[in-house]
């Protein structure tokens, strides 16, 4: 069973920066393209940023320049580095990630709180 867990998230003050992670484990197929969502209090889920297996990346348009998305694939893992962090970027934030397996794979989330 594909399990992805983020770990990462708390409470930061606004400028200031902040990593997620988010392990995949259980796939028996190698694991594609992976991502980052968030969803703030009565908003829906919105992309943040999406990370090939081979490293290109994209970003969503509130986030560039500020967000860095990365990735190890030897440890089945990606990243999420969020510097200058805003209040409007408190949400929480999930994982995503896909195979050859057909609709993808998602964590629970994790909780990111940004103070003003």
């Known amino acids: 069973q594909v399990q992805l867990v983020e770990s990462g998230g708390g409470l930061v003050q606004a400028g200031r920066s902040h990593r997620l992670s988010c392990v995949v484990s259980?796939?028996?197929?190698?694991?594609?393209?992976m991502g980052w969502y968030r969803q703030a209090p009565g908003k829906q889920r919105e992309l943040v940023a999406t990370i090939t297996a081979t490293g290109s990346a994209t970003y969503a348009d509130s986030v560039l320049g500020r967000f860095t998305i990365s990735r190890d694939n030897a440890k089945n893992t990606a990243y999420l580095q969020m510097n200058s962090l805003k209040p409007e970027d408190t949400a929480v934030y999930y994982c995503s990630a896909h195979s050859i397996v057909p609709g993808g794979f998602w964590g629970r989330g994790t909780q990111v709180t940004v103070s003003s």
């Open positions: 259980g796939s028996k197929f190698s694991i594609g393209l």
